[in-house]
């Protein structure tokens, strides 16, 4: 058979080079390259070419990697068509029942930029014998094979007791059912001393998300507890004594208002306390969700800064091995952008309303429907399993790893919402090449 190709449709070009090579990343396949100038002159004719008729070995060799790598595919493959059907069996694979549970709605912060308003206190019995009956009912489709919940608030320590009389009904149902269980929790940290974090590994909870968002003079004025007291030792303390126990990831929100002191909290996460890797620390961009005064007085950080920031702080987490580039620098492909957009996953607050999206837990008139009567889904289920890129996305290079951005948004503003993938992508992979010339250079020097 006469084998044909052409360009993805999906490189992305980092930097070109002054003599010519491309840095180029394949955002389909995820593969990362350096194209010299002779690979480069195939690549730009590359569908006038057959691979039959070419009698030089060093152009078969080159038409090989780049058709390994994804950078160039057979002229008859459609990728979009292939994106598309990825993520139509994701968005409707049953082998998982993912829940995002909230015990209570309440929470011990009062954190001005946070976008939840309604707050009701512990779960009841009666919900909670509804979200067993629920889960128990889920897990009788044939083919779910595992169970994941995250625990979410409020503050879900506030009902740690409530985490561990479900955790314990839900383990046990799994064991019965042979289907795998594993569970995660979003906190703010203040309560998760060791007898807490002990408590959560009886509950086979693996991960935490904690957020910091400055040095102590800035969070303890952000991340407000409602007492009145400072959180930020105390959550530093609390991750000391639990990071044997769990596996810690440090969130830290930015925005214009602490943009200026981060680099002061990077460098007393990652130098002093000697955390990265568990801990681990990620930056993540505030988000206006609500009209709270807060986002009056503070603006989102640049797509520039915020880029710059992050590329800094993987370098600096990073420092531990310099033998390898940092995986954590190449981006990943999608098959959904988020659980808000697959079937089989809720977000479930306190009151027993079902949700797709974390941002509207506590929002009554956005629920899909309520455990008691859970096979009765509200239409507006729809807008949420039908969320899919449009014309501007599929002519993007990008889409692969982003598939249309956060749905949540796009139904807020009526348009697919880039946010700062692209510069962030670009930042890091600039970041990974710099990473692996010095390795390289490291390796040379060692050597001469
Ligand atoms: S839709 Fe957006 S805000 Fe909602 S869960 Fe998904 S990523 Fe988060
Ligand atoms: S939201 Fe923006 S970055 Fe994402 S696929 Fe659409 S156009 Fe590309």
Partial sequence: MKMSFKQSEFNIIVTEFSDGRLLIFNSLRCTFGIMDGFTKELYE???????????????????????????????????????????????????????????????????????????????????????????????????????????????????????????????????????????????????????????????????????????????????????????????VDNVESAKDLLEIAIRVNLDEGNEQGIHDLLWYLSEEKKWGKNPAIYVAPVVKYTEADYFKNNCAISKQSFSEIEAALIARTYGEDKETVSNQLFPQRKSCFCQATVYNAYVIDSEGFLYKCWNEIGNKEEAVGILASANQMSPSILKWLSYKPDEKCWACQFLPICLGGCPYQFHKKGEHDCGNIKEITLARLRKAYQQYIEIKEAKENHEG
């Fill in 45 to 235: 004719k590359i569908e006038s070419i057959s691979m039959d008729a070419l009698q030089n070995q060093k152009e078969r060799d080159a038409v090989s990697v780049m058709s390994e790598n994804g950078f160039i595919v057979p002229l008859d493959f459609d990728e979009k068509t292939y994106i598309e059907i990825e993520n139509q069996r994701m968005k409707f694979d049953k082998s998982a029942l993912v829940l995002t549970i909230a015990p209570t709605l309440e929470c011990n912060m009062a954190c001005p930029y946070c976008y939840e308003t309604k707050r009701s206190g512990p779960m009841s019995e009666e919900i909670q014998e509804a979200l067993f009956l629920f889960v128990e009912k889920e897990l009788n489709n044939p083919g779910t094979i595992n169970l994941h919940v995250t625990w979410y608030g409020g503050e879900p320590l506030l009902a740690v007791d409530l985490i561990q009389s479900l955790s314990s009904r839900f383990i046990e149902l799994c064991k019965k059912k042979e289907v795998k269980y594993s569970a995660s929790i979003v906190t703010n940290g203040v309560l998760l001393n060791r007898e807490t974090a002990l408590i959560l590994q009886d509950c086979k909870v693996t991960k935490a998300q904690i957020t910091i968002d400055g040095m102590p003079e800035y969070h303890n004025k952000r991340r407000v507890l409602k007492d009145g007291s400072e959180s930020f030792e105390r959550i």
